[in-house]
């Protein structure tokens, strides 16, 4: 729970997992491993909903910092800023699924899209998106090289899912960190008093049903009972199941062999239901092996706490090796503020991928977590991209201009510090000379300075200036992005259409 007194800065990852309660602890899971590779705070937006209506304290007695138990006065705005945005991708997430076509989903999308880019541009929040290209193609992160995106004070997640490590390989490597996680989590007094000792060599056995259907389609009763009766008349069974039936079935079969727990409730939709669905949970975690449903989450989670061997019930087995495509609970794909940033960044002169902070956006008034955060747009032109010779202040008359055309080319090339070298009045620079001179260096700095271009694209491909030099770079809109074609003037275009029927009739164009 978290303390009256005022949140320090050391960066925070606020997750806020969703559906059922395996899901939601995959989510929680995953967010407390990326907070201990980023070497920051874990904040947990648990909410009690229909699938799982039971909050995190009536299960757990491990303490997290909730939302719930934020002060405001004390919250620090990059973390209020986070919480704004993961409501507002709620209020989409919810339209999206009532009125996919409606102009509040629209409106409240916009509104979404911008204030993540408010937000990123100030360094104050970002919201992951587990299921974009980006992130699965991330590997494990670690505090000193982090890609742009996560320089932020407060990363943020909306999860059903392991979303953390991105990569399916690497979620297996670090299965054992994941497990340490799981098993620091402790049940409350209440339901450890519950618990009790499965025997030595017991088989946990999930068959989920209820509203399930690929869980029941792929995973039927009858597949079940084949399958456990190939380990034999000695090997007992422990059972969980969101069926009565099935249960009472599976006793009348096995008999004494077959071990249950005592149930109050079915219902997801409140608390006991999501306790009694808990220590079923626990229960099963202590087998030797996990036998489970097809796609269901609770089961898989059985076999991660003790990283027990995981077999899945299923009547067309696929190969677990290949890749599986990205889910997502919507339709609804949120702009990634990173691009606009590069954006602006090659349009403000600035350039495309340029070392330094991310550019802050000026103070706008209309986002209370913007004013509390003291972003100022009054210090100098240079946190917007603009060099210093640009003057706006004063305008010049059309003389000025035109005198100054050409002049710019050669203005601060040689720098004051240039005029103190020791040498002969002429003699500037040596070419047969293997060191160079500081004029030499001047005119090098000159050309290769931040008045330069640093990002182009051609035939299709994109280039910027890595190390001093221009090299092919990945493409940032993609590497299927196509420039809006440039048109001519159309006095141009009549021209050219004059010269083209001339030829056609034989004339001369001169």
Known sequence: MMPDEELQEPGWVLVQPHWGLCNRLRAVTAGRMLANHLGREFVLD????????????????????????????????????????????????????????????????????????ECFRAGLAYVIDPASDKWRACKPFNNQHLPKFLQVDC??????????????????????????????????????????????????????????????????????????????????????????????????????????????????NCAAGIQDALIDLLLLSQGAEVLGSFKSSFSAMASHFRMVPFHVVDI??????????AFREVAVIPDDPEDFVIKDAEHSGAGWQVSGDVPRAPMRGVRRVMAEAEISDSDSDKEEGFPDYYNDEEQESDDEKQGKRFSLQFERVVPDSAYSVSAEDGVLMDPTSPERTEIEEAFAERWWSDLRRRFFRHNHRAYAIVDGQWQRVPDPKGPHYKPRKRYRPRAHQREALLKRKMRASGQSTG
């Not at 209506?53 to 303490?63: I, P, V």
């Not at 405001?72 to 704004?84: K, M, R, T, Y």
């Not at 380990?231 to 077959?258: H, I, Q």
């Not at 067309?316 to 495509?325: E, M, N, Q, W």
């Open 46 to 117: 648990w909410q009690p909903l229909p699938d799982c209506n039971c909050r995190w304290r009536e299960l757990f007695a491990t303490e997290l910092i909730e939302v719930d138990d934020l002060h405001e006065a004390a919250s620090h705005p990059s973390l209020v800023a986070g919480i704004e945005l993961l409501r507002l991708w709620d209020e989409v997430t919810i339209l999206a699924k009532q009125r996919p076509e409606s102009e509040e989903l629209r409106r409240t999308l916009r509104s979404f899209n911008s204030f993540h880019k």
């Open 155 to 268: 990363v943020c997640v909306r999860a059903f899912n392991p979303f953390y490590p991105p990569r399916e390989e690497d979620r297996v490597a670090l299965a054992e960190e994941r497990a340490d996680l799981l098993n620091q989590l402790q049940p409350i007094l209440e339901l450890q008093s519950r618990l009790w000792q499965l025997p030595e060599g017991v088989v946990s056995v999930h068959i989920r049903r209820s509203d399930h259907q690929k869980a029941i389609a792929r995973s039927p009763e009858e597949l079940f009972l084949r399958t456990m009766e190939s380990y034999g008349e000695d090997v007992m069974f422990f059972l969980a199941t969101d069926d009565p039936n099935v249960e009472e079935r599976m006793k009348s079969y096995f008999g004494p062999r077959l071990l249950t727990s005592s149930k109050r409730t079915l219902n997801r």
């Open 316 to 325: 067309s087995p696929v190969d677990r090796k290949a890749p599986t495509a």
